[in-house]
């Protein structure tokens, strides 16, 4: 049984005394504060707010305008005021008491026959012609108003003038210009998410891969084989880079001549599809001969270099026809804009792409290598490779940190980027090799899940409006540095939840692919992928969702998108302006949760 | 055809599943594979295609040794040795056809297979393979509308998709009703008769072991306790394999 003791009684106590204190520390530090609630400026402006913000201004309308003027003498003329012409029957008509008065004093102005329930200014025309606004007044429903104002200090010999202006609203509503500005900067948030949820998607999902502990685990190679691809990898990139480099200004020549151009284009698919079907055999049960293979790799190799080539041929295309469409399309032209810009980014793109899937390949050619010495070494040949490509691996690796910490810190010193990094790595290799000299595997897999998991949570951890303001910076103030902060941010958000679905994938269907013979790919592309498709359009849904709510602030700090408006028009108190905004987002927001629920519901 | 020797598994450094097991398997046998829950059924199977790799001893199939296979060889391994499973472990959410065609990804050129592409001769050799298992009708239909016992036979379908010369079955009829786990046990004994594939199977009810096994080996606590014709397995045999307590039960 539970018997209540006076131990346990007195740690309830305690709990209770300690909650009372955070809670009364939490008042103290946000600066709660009733007697400012309360006071009079305070609610007034409170409800003008409120009442500002419940008539969002979104409607405007064709004015009529009339003006009734009445003669005023300032100051009362010696000889008597002049006789105030009587009023037609039915037209609008003033009266002043006193008819005359000094400058200065308070009248009394009355309207009659006036359009009911209008609202206009009470001016007062000198000689000089300049009105000067005495009061606003607002008829009621009979058409009347009466309300007592300031003369101003304009003292003259001659008749002035006061004339009443009334304003009624004529036809149908027009939207206003802050209902259409408020349309094309909420648009531009919608398009801004869409951009950047896609962005993100595409580099999540590869990212989420090697985040998934499940899927990592398993994924071990020799010490020889990881210190080859870490040798490997910096090579393949530049390798890839000036490959790549070198076909771009090669297909400049071949982009002179239209004919040219087009001709490349529709040849160069062929190559490629031909190479590709000689090297890539749908089936074979044979291992076949290391010539073969060396001379399928070639015409691969052939084939990608045609492709890069290619890819650039299409950009340049893309961006030339683009550019050609743009002036001639009207107001279908930002289609041209969008190929052209499409054009210009895989042109700027292929560049760093190739560098990196060169890297790749590089990198796992080496690693096969690093595999079959591993195997095939023995005996001191064995250790000589273990130990010698360890050390060599962690040197360079210790050479990459520190060129890079170099470069971020701005030292110079080689004692701190060049020796003392490579000395550390060497260090550091040798103590894996020692580790593993035993013939025990490098968890290579496991070492990029927690390197990756470490990289996406500090990424995460900064808030989208954070990056947005050092992509401000970089890319300058506009919707483009909203769309990559949040594009960046939700990469680290999408890769954890991504990941986390693939964890929770069944296993089964992951081992009975496994047992078939299938390389990690396939098993990915056939066990992992068809498990984790529902959950992952639910999640990229649920991330556009995100983005629309995150980009209608973001342009508080400058990222485009209606943010910016809004903030406008709460900097310049127009709180009917701000609300049409507010007004808006809430529609976006709704309407995206509602439609993101029924398509996640739809993809399960 | 499959020798293991000596092989023991020893999960995180403290659970000993399996230890130090030794057995041949001719070409062409029908092996049940018995014992309590927990006495390492599971482990040895995944050992022989080393889903799991064992901690020590060493597997041999057809002259190449498993247990010292590098990663092209183990697929090369892996894909003549199908595997059934007591959950079926199909991909639900992908066709009937697609599951069993994916029995042919050991063999097919893995650049054309992340495309979804294989060769027209597979796919009509997976249709043959469904026509087998009575279900040449389901092919089209997404893997999880299909009932238990059919889900078992896609299974099956799968596994001889990669012309294996050895089928492992894991508990294959486990989950199913007595009637479904003859027509299972019958399409299995049906493959290892007419195909000559050999088969290693593990059961839990000895009355399936004596229908349609020709040898059994009995695991208790990872050890080989009986390596026999079923019928040798007399009351004396029973408690040795189940221990005392399963008489009570039983
Ligand atoms: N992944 C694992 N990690 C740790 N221990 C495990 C793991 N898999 C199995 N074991 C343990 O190894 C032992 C043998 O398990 P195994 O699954 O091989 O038994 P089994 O004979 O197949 O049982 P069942 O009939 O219930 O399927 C059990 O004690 C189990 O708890
Ligand atoms: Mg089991």
Redesign the interface.
């Given at each position: 049984m539970n018997k209540a003791s006076p131990l346990k009684s007195l740690r309830l106590g305690l709990f209770v005394l300690a909650a009372l204190v955070i809670y009364a520390y939490g008042f103290q530090v946000t600066d709660v504060n009733l007697d400012e609630i309360q006071s009079e400026t305070r609610q007034t402006r409170l409800a003008r707010i409120i009442r500002a913000l419940f008539r969002p201004d979104l409607f405007e309308y064709e004015h009529e305008e009339f003006q009734v003027n009445t003669p005023i003498s300032v100051p009362c003329p010696a000889g008597g005021v002049l006789p105030t012409p009587r009023p037609t029957a039915g037209e609008p008509y003033l009266v002043l008491t006193p008819p005359c008065a000094d400058p200065r004093a308070e009248v009394t102005v009355e309207g009659f026959n006036f359009e009911p329930n209008t609202v206009g200014p009470l001016n007062f025309i000198p000689p000089s012609g300049v009105s000067l606004t005495m009061a606003n007044v607002e008829t009621d429903s009979d058409g009347h108003f009466a309300i007592s104002a300031r003369l101003p200090n304009r003292p003259s010999e001659e008749v002035q003038t006061i004339r009443a202006i009334t304003r009624r609203n004529v036809g149908a509503p027009m939207w206003s210009q802050n209902a259409r500005d408020t349309w094309s900067k909420i648009i531009e948030t919608v398009f801004l998410a869409l951009l950047a949820t896609t962005l993100a998607t595409i580099l999540a999902v590869p990212i989420s891969f090697f985040a998934a502990r499940n899927l990592m685990r398993d994924v071990t190679t020799s010490l020889a084989s990881t210190a080859l691809a870490i040798l490997a990898w910096p090579a393949g990139i530049l390798i890839g880079a000036s490959v790549a480099g070198w076909v771009g200004q090669a297909s400049r020549m071949l982009t002179a001549s239209l004919a040219i151009h087009v001709g490349a284009i529709i040849v160069g698919p062929l190559l490629i599809w031909g190479a590709a079907r000689w090297a890539?055999?749908?089936?074979?049960?044979r291992?076949p001969t290391i010539w073969l293979r060396l001379a399928r790799q070639a015409a691969l190799l052939v084939a990608v270099v045609i492709s890069v080539l290619a890819l650039f041929l299409v950009a340049q295309l893309a961006s030339d026809l683009g550019a050609a469409l743009r002036d001639r399309l009207g107001a279908l032209g930002f289609l041209g804009e969008f190929f052209a810009d499409l054009g210009d980014i895989v042109s700027l793109l292929i560049v760093p792409i190739a560098a990196l899937a060169a890297g790749a390949v590089v990198g796992s050619l080496a690693s096969r290598l690093g595999?079959m010495l591993n195997?095939h070494a023995s005996g001191g040949l064995w250790y000589t490779l273990h130990f010698g490509l360890g050390i060599l691996g962690g040197t360079v690796l210790g050479l990459l940190i520190g060129g890079a910490i170099g470069w971020l810190y701005e030292i110079s010193d080689p004692v701190f980027t060049r020796a003392l990094p490579a000395a550390l790595g060497g260090l550091g290799g040798l103590a894996l090799a020692v580790r593993t000299h035993a013939g025990r595997p490098v968890a290579i897999g496991l070492t990029i899940y927690y390197l990756t998991r470490t990289i996406l949570n500090a990424l995460r951890s900064i808030e989208a409006l954070i990056v947005a303001l050092v992509m401000v910076v970089w890319v300058g103030l506009g919707p483009f540095a909203g769309a990559l902060a949040l594009a960046l941010h939700s990469i680290a958000a999408g890769s954890k939840l991504y990941s986390e679905q693939v964890e929770s994938i069944?296993p089964?269907?992951l081992?009975?692919?496994?047992?078939?013979?299938?390389?990690r790919?396939?098993t990915i592309?056939?066990?992992v992928i068809?498990?984790i498709?529902?959950p992952y359009i639910s999640f990229t849904m649920y991330r556009w969702d995100i983005n629309v709510r995150m980009s209608t602030i973001i342009g508080f700090v400058g990222g485009g998108g209606i943010g910016f408006l809004l903030q406008q028009n709460m900097n310049l108190l127009d709180y009917r302006g701000a609300s049409a905004q507010i007004l808006a987002i809430a529609i976006v927001v709704a309407t995206m949760d509602y439609i993101s629920s029924r398509l996640r519901e739809r993809a399960i | 055809m499959l020798s293991v020797q000596h092989v023991t598994k020893v999960y995180d450094g403290t659970v000993r599943a399996l230890e130090d097991v030794t057995f041949d398997v001719s070409k062409g046998q029908f092996l049940a594979v018995i014992g309590l829950s927990g006495s390492g059924k599971s482990t040895l199977l995944r050992c022989i295609?080393r889903?799991i790799d064992p901690t020590a001893g060493r597997i041999v199939f057809d002259g190449v040794d498993v247990t010292a296979a590098?990663?092209a060889e183990l697929?090369?391994?892996?894909?003549?040795?199908?595997?059934v499973?007591q959950?079926?472990?199909?991909?639900?959410?992908?066709s009937v056809l697609?599951n069993v065609l994916?029995?042919?990804?050991?063999?097919?050129?893995?650049?054309?297979?992340?495309i979804?592409?294989f060769?027209a001769e597979?796919v009509h050799k997976a249709r043959l393979q469904l026509e087998r298992v009575g279900l040449a009708d389901k092919a089209s239909n997404r893997a999880d509308e299909l009932s238990g016992g059919q889900q078992q036979r896609v299974?099956i379908a799968?596994a001889l998709m990669?012309d294996p010369d050895m089928i492992l079955a894991d508990e294959p009829v486990a989950s199913l009703d007595p009637v479904l786990a003859h027509s299972i046990m019958q399409y299995l004994e049906q493959i290892n008769h007419e195909d000559g594939v050999t088969v290693l199977c593990s059961l839990h009810f000895l009355d399936l072991v004596h229908r349609y096994a020709n040898r059994a080996i009995a695991l208790n606590q990872g050890r080989l306790v009986f390596d026999g014709p079923p019928d040798e397995i007399d009351d004396q045999r029973f408690k040795e394999i189940y221990g005392k307590e399963a008489e009570r039960v039983g």
């Open positions: 890539v055999p749908p089936e074979e049960r291992v595999q195997e069944m089964g269907p081992e009975a692919i496994k047992a078939t013979g299938a390389t790919l396939q592309i056939y066990a068809p498990q498709i529902p | 295609n889903l590098n990663e697929r090369r391994i892996r894909r003549r040795i199908g595997m499973f959950h079926f472990n199909l991909v639900h959410r992908s697609t994916s029995g042919r990804l050991g063999y097919v050129n893995p650049a054309l297979s992340i979804n592409r060769p597979d299974g799968r990669q």
